[in-house]
């Protein structure tokens, strides 16, 4: 089953056991609301499952604050043509508390180390 968050509720008696987000809360208008329907759908003891990409990577890309929480825009190129693309930037605390608020217990947060290689090209300045 696919879905948008503000689509979700069409399933009301819906009692999910495991609900996976890859790379798509960037792109929830109402991230905290997308948590509370994914809570609201999920059984007791189930588990939701979200991917995204680190927020640093888009402070690295766009600058600003690391702790604003900022609607962003990006054009994706297609083989149909130029995509429009409007993304929230914030920093993963907010992201975690969007989540806990929901009712959401986190308990793994895992955050890779870049390649020693990668050192010279991922530090600002």
Not at 28 to 47: I, K, N, Q, S, T
Not at 80 to 93: K, Y
């Amino acid at each position: 089953m696919q879905a948008e968050p503000a689509g979700i509720g069409q399933w009301r008696l819906c009692r999910l056991l495991l609900t996976v987000c890859a790379l798509a809360i960037p792109y929830a208008d109402d991230r905290r609301a997308a948590f509370a329907e994914f809570f609201r759908v999920l059984r007791p003891g189930g588990a939701l499952v979200v991917s995204t990409q680190h927020p640093v990577m888009d402070w690295l890309r766009k600058g600003g604050s690391y702790f604003d929480t900022k609607l962003e825009a990006d054009t994706w190129r297609t083989p149909h043509g130029d995509q429009p693309v409007r993304f929230w930037r914030e920093p993963l605390s907010a992201l975690c508390t969007a989540a806990t608020s929901a009712g959401f217990l986190i308990e793994n947060l895992t955050e890779p180390l870049p390649a020693e290689s990668m050192r010279e090209r991922a530090v600002p300045g």
